[in-house]
């Protein structure tokens, strides 16, 4: 079983909820959105960095199956940590490795709230077909290629850093 599959497999039990911002405005209705312009929301960007950096730190860990990685809590914590962990720790179990990259695509869903967002939900269609799994002694462990993954991430703010709090990928396929 690959990683991309595990963590697939994975995801429906160990995804975790994000906190939501409090939600208090008084019995009044939301405000409206701040009109779209060609200039991005400031910290939009970086829980899209944040999102591409938990992939790479991910690939690390991989080529040594290393559930215990602590790259894995620079740009993950909550239920992506855990299901990130879970994938390794699968790997290892199975005597596999990943190595390559995942080509991503991230887009975002949502920012919240929308004039200084704390809160970023990103979707992506993550191509794991250059992200390889291979047995202990180098070779491949099956002529199976990975492929297209929906994947689903709400990346958080935390003081002066973001990071994935949760995860969520669709099988082979699936995007």
Same mark, same amino acid.
């Given at each position: 079983?690959t990683l991309l599959a595990a963590l697939s497999l994975g995801?429906?039990? !160990?995804?975790?909820?994000? *906190?939501? *911002? ?11 959105? *701040? ?8 910290? @939009? $960007? ?5 999102? #591409? ?13 290393? *559930?215990?990685?602590?790259? /894995? ?7 992506? /940590? #855990?299901?990130?962990?879970?994938? /390794?720790?699968?790997? #290892? &179990?199975?005597? @596999? ?9 991230? &887009? ?16 992506? !269609? ?34 002066? $850093?973001?990071?994935? @709090?949760? /995860?969520?990928?669709?099988? @082979?396929?699936? !995007?």
């Open positions: 079983m995801a429906a039990g !160990c995804t975790g909820e994000a *906190p939501s *911002p409090a939600r208090d405005n008084g019995g009044a209705p939301p405000a409206p959105a *701040p009109a779209s312009s060609s200039q991005p929301v400031a910290g @939009v $960007e970086d829980a899209v960095a944040a999102y #591409r950096a938990m992939w790479k730190d991910l690939e690390a860990a991989g080529r040594t199956a290393d *559930p215990n990685a602590p790259q /894995l809590g620079d740009h993950a914590a909550g239920g992506a /940590l #855990r299901l990130l962990k879970y994938g /390794l720790a699968k790997d #290892r &179990q199975d005597g @596999v490795i990943a190595k390559g990259e995942v080509i991503l695509s991230p &887009q975002v869903e949502s920012a919240t709230p929308a004039a200084a967002p704390k809160q970023v939900k990103i979707v992506d !269609c993550s191509d794991g077909s250059h992200w390889l799994v291979y047995k202990h002694d180098g070779a491949l462990e099956n002529d199976v290629p990975g492929g297209h993954h929906e994947t689903k991430a709400t990346v958080q703010h935390f003081g002066t $850093e973001w990071k994935v @709090v949760d /995860l969520t990928m669709g099988e @082979v396929g699936s !995007c």
